[in-house]
């Protein structure tokens, strides 16, 4: 079997070059100052720090589970940034870089991780759903919100695109094709970020498809474009036109954003057991935070004392990480009952009675005991 | 007071619904240009075009996909599934999304989606078209059921399944389309979720059903009452939430239940019926609890099969005459 890697495919997108050189492409202008590029900096470093933060708090028992981004920060980043206020994203359970981008607390993402939240941001505030769990399932959310969208009449510049996340493996789920053919013959205003990271746990991509994942998207008849996940800039770049032709009626993209899963799928597995340490040690060569940081040092857009400022305050970051993870509150027994229905109801009311009768037992005894 | 079949009494009610509230939409395969393949939907499309009756892909697990996420935007999605045979297709949606989003989103995003769908055999459509798997969605906390048996608490229950903020299965019957009552005209009686109906009264024996069998139910009791036997008809009405309380309270009155079901005995609704009478009026049974059902078997698409399968108002009688002899009160 053949399969296309990134860097003998001639349409990937890439405005980067892992040594931090700019190529101009001329279907992706780039359209950014320095300052912006600078702040795509700060928020990949930044993001990886939480990322980093929440591994070990994870290993000390502080989180039950924790699905690590490590190597996936440019393609969240740059497409969290390609965002408007007004966008609305259906993440997977990875997205805390884009989450960061839409200015949910990383400590509301521990919250759902340590179980102590089922909830934690507003997801309208934020434009910003709450976390999937179920493989690509949010891609058909996306796409009936996107057609909702277009039945209010919510398009144009103002208005509002919606972005659907999810990764390899989820493009061989029924959900993920149902939602590509309804989003086409609605031309709902989507766009469907694919982080190809290569591996589904322990499942490589050529398990998952005998084509490139961003060919699916024209045998449904929308346009699909492979980027190079980790050049935060070609990210930003090609989301943004997505974005932009999905406000504008235009309907949906595929963007297949070709990167790499540096860490586990999640703390539960270790990947050491189903693929090879050389192919890791490629793609560190294509670190996303390496060759933004070379390309700023080579353009004299930053200093190294901006590079120490960041690293400073990453430092601070994963300090509040920690503490305010510490801090967490544990729920209540009882609000086991408080979010099942929306509306009052009676089965609900009699094992909430019921429970609190049993609760208040135990507090019975307590006292006895005490005394 | 109008009389009217379950099918129009459905239909009507759509409309209204669709005309009170700009946010209902109608969403499915089918649905538009061919107005539903049981004509629920009929004339819909021409009155409130595309932007209203959406007609989708032949795919059950992307229009409700779909129509949740539309739901998540503050629409009011009602779908229908064809058969309730089809919703198997789009299982995950219902059970890990429909019914999961509010609790797995904080509390924040409500799902106000009414899935319509009939179930029902006799119809002659073989055994994967012809299932009673309610059951499936009753179980899952996050859902709500509602299986109404005549036109009236058809009307009252869809709408207000609509107006309710959490997803609703609306369950419907093949064999009650054509099945006529009277509904009222000017009011628009909104169901209280969760209310069994007493719809007869008596003193002998409870008989329990739901959905088509509540209907065959009270022709029992009406033709046992020729013989002197005085049954209790239950139609349960709501699957999720089960009024317990109502079964339980005409149980003591009774001293012995039957529960008539269109679906297979074991792990059936009757079993959680029989369930709750042990729980609730042990006490006060005179005999056991009997339970009437299709037999276990997928459907036979022949139509002397397929009727041999299905319970019956014989086989319903025959089991509340054992159960009053048992009792002791000798009967026919």
Redesign the interface.
């Known amino acids: 079997m053949h399969y296309t890697t990134a860097h003998e495919d001639t349409e990937l997108i890439q405005l980067l070059t892992p040594d931090g050189e700019l190529r101009e492409h001329p279907d992706y202008p780039l359209d950014i100052s320095a300052a912006e590029v600078r702040g795509l900096y700060r928020d990949l470093v930044l993001v990886r720090r939480i990322d980093t933060e929440a591994v070990a708090l994870q290993r000390q028992g502080e989180l039950g589970l924790w699905a690590s981004l490590l190597g996936q920060e440019a393609a969240q980043v740059g497409s969290g940034r390609a965002l408007r206020a007004n966008d609305m994203v259906f993440p997977s359970y990875r997205e805390h870089g884009v989450a960061w981008c839409r200015d949910v607390d990383p400590w509301e993402l521990l919250g759902l991780f340590r179980g102590v939240t089922n909830g934690g941001w507003d997801p309208n505030e934020h434009g910003f759903q709450l976390y999937t769990i179920v493989i690509g399932t949010q891609n058909l959310h996306a796409t009936g919100y996107a057609m909702g969208v277009q039945r209010d009449g919510a398009l144009g510049d103002d208005g509002t695109a919606v972005i659907s996340y999810f990764g390899d493996g989820a493009t061989s789920q029924g959900d993920t094709n149902e939602a590509f053919n309804f989003a086409a013959v609605n031309n709902a205003p989507v766009v469907f970020f694919c982080q190809n990271n290569q591996w589904a746990i322990s499942e490589p991509l050529e398990r998952q498809a005998r084509v490139p994942l961003y060919q699916r998207a024209l045998g449904y008849g929308f346009p699909g474009v492979r980027i190079d996940g980790n050049d935060v800039l070609a990210t930003l770049a090609v989301t943004r036109r997505a974005l932009r032709s999905a406000r504008e009626g235009q309907g949906p993209t595929l963007i297949e954003a070709f990167t790499y899963r540096m860490g586990a799928h999640t703390t539960n597995d270790d990947p050491t057991r189903y693929r090879v340490s050389a192919e890791i040690d490629e793609w560190k060569q294509r670190d996303p935070i390496l060759r933004l940081r070379a390309y700023l040092a080579n353009q004299g857009m930053a200093t190294d004392t901006f590079f120490a400022e960041v690293d400073t305050e990453a430092d601070q970051l994963g300090e509040r990480v920690r503490d305010e993870c510490r801090a967490l509150a544990d729920p209540e027994p009882l609000d086991i009952f408080r979010e099942v229905y929306a509306e009052p109801n009676s089965h609900i009311d009699r094992q909430r009675a019921d429970f609190a009768e049993y609760l208040a037992s135990f507090e019975d005894a307590g006292v006895t005991e005490g005394r | 007071m109008s009389v009217i079949t379950y099918r129009q009494a459905l239909r009507d009610t759509l409309r209204a619904e669709m005309l009170r509230d700009e946010d209902v939409?109608l969403i499915g395969e089918e649905i538009g240009v061919f107005e539903g393949s049981y004509k629920i939907t009929e004339g819909l499309l021409k009155e409130f075009g595309e932007?209203r009756v959406?007609d989708?892909?032949i795919?059950e697990?992307?229009?409700v996909?779909?129509?949740?996420?539309?739901?998540?935007?503050?629409?009011r999605p009602v779908v229908e599934v064809m058969t309730i045979n089809f919703s198997l297709l789009a299982i995950?949606?219902i059970v890990?999304?429909a019914a999961k989003v509010?609790?797995?989103?904080?509390?924040?995003?409500?799902v106000?989606m009414v899935i319509r769908t009939p179930g029902g055999g006799g119809q002659q459509l073989g055994a994967t078209h012809s299932q009673n798997i309610e059951l499936f969605y009753s179980f899952i906390?996050?859902l709500?059921v509602l299986a109404p048996s005549g036109p009236a608490d058809a009307a009252a229950m869809l709408r207000a399944a609509i107006r309710?903020?959490?997803p609703v299965l609306l369950l419907e019957n093949l064999g009650l389309y054509n099945s006529k009552g009277e509904v009222p005209e000017d009011d628009e009686p909104v169901a209280e979720?969760?209310r069994a109906a007493v719809s007869r009264e008596g003193s002998d024996i409870t008989l329990i059903g739901y959905s088509r069998m509540a209907s065959v139910a009270t022709q029992v009791a009406q033709s046992l009452a020729e013989e002197d036997i005085s049954v209790e008809v239950i139609d349960l009405r709501s699957l999720?939430?089960?009024?317990r309380e109502t079964i339980v309270e005409s149980v003591c009155k009774t001293g012995s239940a039957v529960i008539a079901e269109d679906d297979w005995l074991t792990y059936g609704i009757g079993a959680e019926i029989a369930a709750t009478i042990q729980e609730g009026a042990f006490d006060f049974l005179d005999a056991p609890v009997r339970r009437v059902a299709m037999a276990e078997v997928p459907l036979p698409y022949a139509k002397p099969l397929e009727s041999a399968a299905l319970p019956s108002a014989e086989s319903v009688t025959t089991a509340v005459k054992e159960t009053l002899n048992a009792v002791g009160r000798r009967v026919g």
């Open positions: 939409f932007r959406r989708t892909p795919a697990e992307g229009f996909g779909t129509a949740i996420g539309a739901a998540m935007l503050g629409l995950d949606q890990n999304h509010y609790g797995m989103f904080g509390g924040q995003t409500s106000p906390p996050g709500k309710d903020n959490d979720i969760g999720r939430p089960l009024d």
